[in-house]
T-cell receptor
Framework: GDSVTQMEGPVTLSEEAFLTINCTYTATGYPSLFWYVQYPGEGLQLLLKATKADDKGSNKGFEATYRKETTSFHLEKGSVQVSDSAVYFCALTPGGTSYGKLTFGQGTILTVHP | ETGVTQTPRHLVMGMTNKKSLKCEQHLGHNAMYWYKQSAKKPLELMFVYNFKEQTENNSVPSRFSPECPNSSHLFLHLHTLQPEDSALYLC?????????????????FGPGTRLTVT
């Protein structure tokens, strides 16, 4: 079945550091890929998405590129802020489904210190 | 009110109690979802309602019973739960096409209900 694997956390960085959170996936066909973020006490929010190979999703300074050859969708940000502290989830939706069934990774906790 | 709302935000219940979680979406979507988020585990999809019809039940125990009276409301009825059912229960909604092939529409999540079973 479909699966998503994220790098183990937690990740702790200083403000303005470079961030990478690795995500790889296993899926048949042509899935769409997502990054969701969960701030403390809140539900998940869509951060960015990519629907086909070589697409780059971007939002709020975060970027991720859909790499079909390496089945990866790594999240990057050039300069993190304290307000980026949250849990980040990589997810996929299989292609060709009649509804958006999401398969999530286990989440990566990010803590950014001033 | 906008987005996806969930009530209550926190719930403590004994194993013999019966309670219900409520979710309401104000986005005009036609699909709704229940997820379970436990510590150190990936989010688990529990149920999917697509056009008010249940299209997925992910091997969820019968002590969880969903209800979707219309496309804006979703309930999760709980009875005789176990302590291991303590978790954050998240509701989500999305807009999907009525055909078998569709673009993946992103899901919008509510803040969740933190459930503790004692």
């Amino acid at each position: 079945g479909d699966s998503v694997t994220q790098m183990e956390g937690p990740v702790t960085l200083s403000e303005e550091a470079f961030l990478t959170i690795n995500c790889t996936y296993t899926a048949t066909g042509y899935p769409s890929l997502f990054w969701y973020v969960q701030y403390p006490g809140e539900g998940l929010q869509l951060l960015l998405k990519a629907t086909k190979a070589d697409d780059k999703g971007s939002n709020k300074g975060f970027e991720a590129t859909y790499r079909k050859e390496t089945t990866s969708f790594h999240l990057e940000k050039g300069s993190v802020q304290v307000s980026d502290s949250a849990v980040y989830f990589c997810a996929l939706t299989p292609g060709g489904t009649s509804y958006g069934k999401l398969t999530f990774g286990q989440g990566t906790i990010l803590t950014v210190h001033p | 009110e906008t987005g996806v709302t969930q009530t209550p935000r926190h719930l403590v219940m004994g194993m013999t109690n019966k309670k219900s979680l409520k979710c309401e979406q104000h986005l005009g979507h036609n699909a709704m979802y229940w997820y379970k988020q436990s510590a150190k585990k990936p989010l688990e999809l529990m149920f999917v309602y697509n056009f008010k019809e249940q299209t997925e039940n992910n091997s969820v125990p019968s002590r969880f019973s969903p209800e979707c009276p219309n496309s804006s409301h979703l309930f999760l009825h709980l009875h005789t739960l176990q302590p291991e059912d303590s978790a954050l229960y998240l509701c989500a909604s999305s807009q999907v096409s009525s055909g078998t092939l569709s673009s993946p529409y992103e899901q919008y999540f509510g803040p969740g209900t933190r459930l503790t079973v004692t």
